[in-house]
């Protein structure tokens, strides 16, 4: 869909953050994320489905900034979707095919809830180039646990800014699982150092402009 029926980056980022992270990211990969994440211009419209979600905030106006933090999080969604698919095509065995399998799957149900969930207001799926990475097993398991860590510190930063209570507890659902996968794969690499599956007790959340910078630095977003 058309970038101009999402929220101005301007209504989202008034402290200038994200615009700020973005430059310091590659300039092709910096456009294709703001533009993949949801934060172009103009309004949105919601599906039957997205707003049967909310249950008695179904008669609200539902906040463009909830949408854009929505598609942010499919953007996610398809960069590890994508990944698990391709890296369970990679040719290994033994625990990480099985992770991969297994972790891949609830990604791409993940993508399949918050796309029904936006209906039109979805953004589209970027074209990703992992690097080699899916198709080799240390690679793979390194890569998944830097992904699946994102994964937990985008959701914990940007539920608490969602302002429609029941998706929070939606965005809440998908963060334990991604937490999951994050302890599970550091226990396939060893669960020794920084492998431990619960090193801290408290975990810190991270902005969408450090998201932002990190996913640009991958370069696995290419269009």
Known sequence: ????????????????????????????????FLRKAGVGAGAVALSGTF???????????????????????????????EFYTQAARGGFGGKPAQFARVVGAHERAHVAFLRKALGSAAVKKPKFDFKGTTADAT????????????????????????????????????????????????????????NTPAPVAFDKPKSMAQILAAVGKTGFIVG
């Open 1 to 32: 869909m058309s970038v101009t029926h999402l929220p101005r980056l301007e209504e989202l980022d008034v402290d200038g953050a994200i615009q700020e992270a973005a430059s310091k990211v590659d300039a092709s990969s910096r456009a294709s």
């Open 51 to 81: 707003l049967g979600l909310l249950g008695d905030d179904a008669e609200a106006a539902v906040p463009k900034s909830d949408v854009a933090i929505l598609n942010f999080a499919l953007t996610l969604e398809y960069l590890e979707a």
């Open 139 to 194: 690679k793979f398991l390194g890569t998944a646990k830097v992904l699946e860590d994102t994964g937990v510190m985008a959701y914990a930063g940007q539920g608490p800014r969602l302002k429609t209570k029941s998706l929070v507890a939606a965005a809440l659902s998908i963060h334990s699982v991604e937490a999951r996968h994050a302890a599970w794969v550091r226990d396939i690499l060893g669960g020794q150092g920084g």
